[in-house]
């Protein structure tokens, strides 16, 4: 008997009267985003939709990777992010601060070389902005998701202290890969950090994979 495939359905976002807090390296255990990024695939030239970009964690270190031929659009829905957002980065020639669900991003199809989406994924939907990610991205694009994993304790960083949002509310790896499989995307690159702390995943659709 086949088993019906169940969506991940988020419990709650995250509290924008909270914003500042998500410029704090520790909130997130990333000191240095810009190895990361690279790591995950993002190079000089893309055009990279960070969706849920929130108050530009990455924004700085995405900038940096796409170089001054490339381009980034941080897609937020909440004002207070917005506002800080623009304060932070204002006038930018290769930043576009675009405000939309990213769920109904409204931004051209096949617009985007790839699409970040960091420890947001599990705050929505995840069906839902697949397709809409599977919609932004060009031929041959690449989706990037890293998420809080399977560990919530990670001593070496905040001795006592839970990293990350409740286990019930979080997207793991293993489901995120049934929702992707079923969704017609090949996942092509995974890996994790701080013993699982994290993980991130790399996935194209299947038929621009194969084309």
């Not at 969506?7 to 009267?17: G, N, Y």
């Not at 890996?191 to 702390?197: A, D, F, I, K, T």
Request: glycine residues 6%; hydrophobic residues 45%.
């Amino acid at each position: 008997m086949t088993h019906p495939l169940h969506d991940h359905l988020p419990k709650h976002r995250f509290d924008a009267a909270k914003a500042a807090n998500l410029l704090d390296p520790k909130r997130r255990l990333i000191d240095d985003p810009l190895p990361l990024l690279h790591e995950m695939g993002i190079q000089a030239g893309m055009r990279v939709a960070d969706l849920g970009c929130g108050v530009g964690f990455f924004t700085h270190a995405l900038l940096q990777a796409v170089g001054a031929t490339g381009e980034i659009i941080a897609v937020e829905l909440q004002e207070v992010m917005l506002s800080m957002l623009r304060e932070r980065f204002p006038a930018q020639s290769n930043l576009t601060i675009h405000p939309a669900d990213l769920l109904q991003t409204a931004l051209p199809a096949a617009c985007c070389d790839a699409v970040l989406i960091a420890f947001t994924l599990h705050e929505v939907p995840v069906l839902a902005a697949l397709q809409e990610m599977q919609r932004i991205l060009r031929p041959n694009g690449l989706l990037i998701v890293l998420d809080w994993g399977e560990i919530v304790h990670c001593p070496e960083r905040e001795p006592g202290r839970q990293a990350g949002p409740p286990e019930d509310e979080r997207i793991l790896p293993a489901k995120l890969r049934q929702l992707l499989l079923a969704q017609g995307w090949q996942i092509t690159a995974q890996g994790q950090r701080l013993h699982g702390c994290h993980y991130w995943l790399n996935a194209r659709p299947v038929q621009e994979a194969q084309s």
